[in-house]
């Protein structure tokens, strides 16, 4: 994303909607392009990256809007070129132009997809987890050819997101399983943890990195996914994990928010929100955001703990990441509005407002806010 540099301009709004066009077919087939940087898996990078180094723009035209059959979850976009995916609950898979928001295709399984998808060249690699049923399928599909590739059933409901390394991909199953498998479908290795999970995982310098309902951060080797070390923190994580400069920050279902040394595990320092977090940390080069379920978001100095300020938004609820600019904090409200605040002092300086709730993190693309 860090190729943006003009101000936003443009808008795209995806709505979801009950109704469906059911003689649609199930299909993905795009033309061969080339991109030299896609986004191909949720927060852009394993790390998870939400941070832009662009000026934003607080005047916004709407560019287009579309519908999707399925509610959202926490989750966010992904782009090849001049398409965006989305995924959505109800086990759809849509491809939209960006630029002139025309659906170039819809992939529709029986079941729910949670986690983002994950972009492996020309093969869009999808988690469904099947209805009533304790089991995910993963599906490989090629979206040049328009087909299929292959299916591999994984035990347990994969509900948290996906890492892409290089070409082979990390899934958590809810229960506490944590595979890696090939872009070619074929697992790599498979390890059990003690704990149900709910945190997005996250992955930096070969090693892989989640907390745990029962509060533990725990780190693995990417190669042989034996455990390095596991320190218990706090009560449970719903929060994923984000990294930067060798340090984690996450928070649990208190209200703390915590800074861990990648390295060994050492808590560095701890924040009191005071209120339930569920969402991925984001962070510039200075400062972390957070923000939490009863409305409040933090501005906290990332080496210190220093509380740079805090606001209140009065019947908000933010429990998907924010989008960071240099100047702009862009945070999804699920109460049917996306609020752009002021960096500096956290003050809101617009509001777009929804028909519905509001629940993906935004994403940039080619000047283009979604």
Not at 66 to 82: A, E, K, M, Q, Y
Not at 135 to 141: G, H, S
Not at 262 to 271: A, C, R, Y
């Amino acid at each position: 994303m860090g190729f943006l540099k003009k101000i936003l301009l443009s808008l795209v709004i995806f709505s979801s909607i009950l109704i469906f066009n059911g003689c649609a077919k199930s299909i993905i087939k795009i033309m061969a392009q080339e991109d030299d940087a896609p986004v191909t898996m949720f927060a852009e990078s394993g790390e998870r990256n939400f941070y832009i180094p662009i000026n934003f723009s607080d005047s916004l035209n709407l560019l287009w809007e579309n519908d999707v059959h399925g509610s959202f979850n926490n989750s966010s976009f992904i782009f090849f070129d001049s398409t965006v995916f989305v995924h959505d609950l109800s086990g759809r898979i849509h491809s939209f132009n960006i630029f002139t928001g025309k659906q170039t295709g819809v992939l529709k399984y029986k079941g729910a997809i949670f986690s983002t998808p994950i972009l492996f060249n020309n093969t869009i690699v999808t988690a469904l987890v099947l209805n009533n049923e304790n089991k995910t399928e993963l599906i490989f599909y090629n979206y040049f050819k328009g087909k299929e590739l292959k299916l591999v059933d994984i035990e347990g409901r994969v509900i948290n997101q996906m890492i892409k390394i290089y070409d082979d991909l990390i899934l958590v199953t809810e229960e506490g399983s944590i595979k890696k498998i090939n872009s070619q479908g074929t697992e790599v290795w498979n390890t059990k943890i003690e704990s149900f999970t709910h945190s997005n995982p996250a992955y930096s310098n070969g090693r892989i990195y989640l907390g745990t309902d029962d509060g533990e951060f725990i780190c693995l080797d990417n190669e042989t996914s034996s455990v390095i070390y596991k320190k218990k923190m706090g009560t449970s994580f719903n929060s994923g994990v984000t990294i930067k400069n060798n340090f984690a920050f996450m928070g649990d279902d208190n209200g703390t928010l915590y800074k861990i040394s990648t390295m060994d595990g050492e808590l560095k320092w701890k924040f009191e929100t005071g209120s339930k977090i569920i969402m991925n940390p984001a962070l510039d080069n200075e400062n972390v955001y957070i923000g939490t379920l009863s409305g409040q978001l933090f501005s906290i100095d990332q080496k210190s703990d220093k509380l740079i300020w805090k606001e209140k938004f009065n019947g908000a609820v933010f429990n998907s990441a924010p989008l960071i600019t240099d100047n702009r904090i862009i945070i999804s409200d699920l109460f049917k509005s996306v609020l752009i605040i002021d960096k500096t002092n956290g003050k809101l300086k617009s509001k777009i407002e929804l028909d519905a709730r509001v629940k993906m993190t935004p994403a940039i693309r080619n000047n283009i806010l979604f």
